[in-house]
């Protein structure tokens, strides 16, 4: 009896801990440049070309939340061109969002042309009403850092 509920125990320790490790991870992954989809809950600055290319371009957006009480930082890479384009390094700031925490992908991607991708950081509650700003920077090939215009959010409107 004693080793039937041992084997028992082991199952289901076994079997969350899988659940664990190969479940789908939400868009928020840490460290990887991912595909998107925007949205009427996208609130983004202005899109402008990158020091690689006029056919690469950028921005920040801060994604809400359906209900308003949570948003994220995301920076978006368009590569409108034909050439791939390595993305070396993005990074997402927002002071009220993160604390002054900045979030970064650095895992090398490679963006085709026609293709586009976003840094994500962290879904995190609003602390209130008011504005929240949010930017990007961007380190593709072998030039230096590039950053988008800055995205500003009032969760009170």
Known sequence: MKLRQTLKFVAAV?????LMLFSTSPAS?????????????????STSATHVSNNVV????????PD?????VV????????KDLALKVGMVQSDELYAGNDH???VTYFLAGGEA???????????GCGYYW????????ALEEDSTFPVRYDNCA
Do not use: D, M
């Open 134 to 141: 949010g930017n990007g920077s961007l380190w593709a090939n």
């Open 58 to 65: 950028f921005q920040t957006c801060i994604v809400v939340t």
């Open 68 to 72: 308003g009480t949570k948003g994220q």
């Open 29 to 45: 992954a840490a460290g990887e440049w991912q595909t998107y989809k925007s949205n009427s809950n996208w609130h983004c600055g």
């Open 75 to 82: 920076l978006v890479v368009s590569n409108r061109g034909t």
């Open 14 to 18: 076994a079997a969350t801990t899988a």
């Open 104 to 106: 970064v992908c650095n």
């Open 117 to 127: 991708r976003g840094c994500f950081g962290p879904t995190v509650a609003f602390h």
